[in-house]
C-alpha cells in the first residue's frame, strides 16, 4: 500500500525492537535460562507517571506484531488491529500500548529455532517446555526494562487470556485491570484431545526428525500444515462453516476423486500450506503444552476463586456465544470465581456466532464493550 | 472364552459367507464393476414367507460381523451384538437378519485391498468412488441373491443410516422399514472438515505411496492413526471425554515433555494404534468421500420431503442427546422431511450423553425403543 492509504487510524509504521533479558528465568519445568531475548512494539506514548502502559498477550500463532504496519508494502496490519490504534477501542492516543513475542516463539524472541549458546546450534527440541506462568516472569522483565511499575490493563484472547488471568493471580499489584476474552479457567479434555492430535501429527511426520529438520535442511511441513487445519476447525462455529462454506462444490460437481471438491476442504487446505511458511513446529508444540498445562487452580485446591481471592486487578471477561472452542459457559467459569472472590468483575458475552476467532475481528458490540471498559480505564488513571 | 461362557442371548459361532454378484453394477462415479463379491453374515431364520429379513447397514469403520462369535477365543462379539441376538431388540428368534462387507470395504467385500483382475494386483487406489446408492444397489444383489422380495426391515446408525434412508428413496418397494439411527440427511460444512483433515493425514503419509503402498510392503500408519484419533474426537461428547478421562495425567504429574501426559492422550493414541491392525487406508478415504457425497434430497431440487414423498417403508428415527457429530436436530430435519411428505415416522431422542458412538451402546431407553419398535414390525408380519 502506499503511504496515502495508510489508513488515518493505524498507529502507521512500526518497528519491533528487542530486550536481552539477563537476568535468569528459572521455569516451572525445573530449566534456568540464564537469558533470553524478547523481541516487542510499542504503539502510543508512555506518559510522565509511566501509568498508562497496557501489555498485550498472544494466543498460539499469533506475535508481537499486534497492531500496524512493518512497511508500506505490508497488504495486512498486525493482528489486532481492529482495536489498538488512535480512537480504536485501546487507544493510543491515550494508552502505551506493548506486545510481545513471548519466549519459546519463532518470531524473534529466544525460542526453538534460536541459537543454543551451550552448543552452538539451534535449541529445537532441546528447547525447555514453558508455560503461561513463565511467560508471565518473562514479560515482568518487559515491564521492569521499560519503567512501568504497574500495567493500565493487560489483554489477551485465547491463549492470550490465560496470561492475563495468571497475571491477575501471579502478580497482581502489577496490573490495575486484567481483560480475559474468548478464554477458559484450563482446558478440557476435548481441548487437550484436538492439542493432542496435532501434536502427533507433527512428532510423526518423518520430516520432523526429532525436531531436528533444522539440522536436515526440511520442515515437517505435512504435520504443521494437518495441525493448522485441525486448528481452523476449532477456530470457526459450525454455523459459520456453513454459511461461508455450505456444502458449496469448488467446480460445481462431485469428481469422485480425492481432489479438492467442496469449497470449506480448499479453505483449509489453504490455511495449512500458509501456515507452514510462517510458523515453526516445535514453537507450535511448546504453545499446545502451554494450553494444556494452563490450570491456576491447580495450587489451590482447585479452587479457582481461592487463587483470585487476593488479586488486586479489576476484571473484564469477554466470550462469544458462537465459539465451541472455548464457549460461553468456560468464561462464565472465571466469572463465576471471581464473583465468588469477590473482585470486581464486568462481563460481556458478544452474540456474534462467528466463533472462538470473533476475538480477532471488528465486531462492532464487541469494540464497543471493550472501548467503554477501556474509557473507564482512562478515567481511573485522570483521577 | 470357552463354551460354557458363550452368552446365552448370543446368536452363537457364525461364519461368513461370500456372494459373489455377476451381474455388472454401473457406478454412480461412472465405472461399472463386471462382478463383485460381497461378504455376510447371517443370523436367525428365513421364514418360509421369507417376510423376516432385516437388513443391517454398517457405519464407517464397520463390517458383516454385527453379532456372535467367530471362534471360542474372541474376546469380543461382532459390532452390534448388543442389539441382536435371541430375545434381543433385533430379535433373531423372530427374525433372518442379515449383514454385510460394503463394496469398497476391507473385510473380505471386493475393495481396495481385493486382486484387480484387469491388473493382477490390488486395486489400492484405482477402486472407484462408491457412494451410499452404490451401496444400496449392491445391498439389493445379495437382497435378490437371498430371495428376500421385501425387506421387513433395513437398519443401521451413522453412515449405516444413511444407507437406510437411501433404501427408502431408492428401492422403497424392497423394505417395509427403515430404521435410520444417528444419522444426518448429509453431512455439514464441519463433518466434511473433519473428513478433510483425516484423508490429508493418510493423503499426506509418505507411506500412502500415493495409495500403493502394498506394493511398497508398508502401511500408512502414522496417517491412518491420525484419522482415527480425529474421528475418536467426533465420537464422544465433551461431557463423556470430561467424564470418562477429565484433565487425569497418567502419571500423575507433569512431565514437561512431549510422551503422554493426560488421560486422554492415552486413550486416542490406543484407539488410533490398534484401528490401522484391522483397516485398510483405501478403504478408509472411500468411506469417507462416501460421507461426504450423501446427499440424496441433491435430485430433488435439495427437498429431501419431495424424494421422500414416494416411499413405501415406515420409518423409525432415532438420535441422541450427546451426539455432536450428528446431533438430534440433524435428525430431526429427516423426522420433519417424512412428515412434510405424509410418511408415517417414529422419532426417539435417547436422552444419554455419550456422544456418536451411543448408537453402538446398550443404552436401555435405546434398546427399548428399538425392541418396541421390532416388536410392532413382528406383529405387522404375523398379521
Known sequence: ???ATLPADSVGLVSPRTLQVTTPLQLECGVTLPSHELVYETYGTLNAERSNGVLICHALSGDHHAAGYHSLEDRKPGWWDSCIGPGKPIDTNRFFVVALNNLGGCKGSTGPTSINPQTGRRYGPDFPVV???DWVASQRELQAALGIERWAAVAGGSLGGMQVLQWAIDASDRLRHAIVIAAAPKLSAQNIAFNEVARQAILSDPDFHAGRYYDHGVLPRRGLMLARMLGHITYLSEDAMRAKFGRELREGRLNFGFDVEFQVESYLRYQGRSFVERFDANTYLLM???????????E???DLAAGLRQSQARFLVISFRGDWRFPSSRSREIVDAL????????????ASRQGHDDFLMPIPDYQGALGG???????DLAR
Not at 340 to 348: F, I, L, N, T
Open 131 to 133: 508455560t503461561v506462568r
Open 1 to 3: 500500500m502506499s503511504t
Open 373 to 379: 471498559y477501556f474509557d473507564r480505564i482512562a478515567a
Open 300 to 302: 489451590f485446591d482447585d
Open 288 to 298: 499446545t503444552k502451554a494450553l494444556d498445562y494452563f490450570d491456576p487452580a491447580r
Open 339 to 350: 464473583v465468588e472472590a469477590g473482585r470486581d468483575v464486568s462481563y460481556v458475552d458478544i
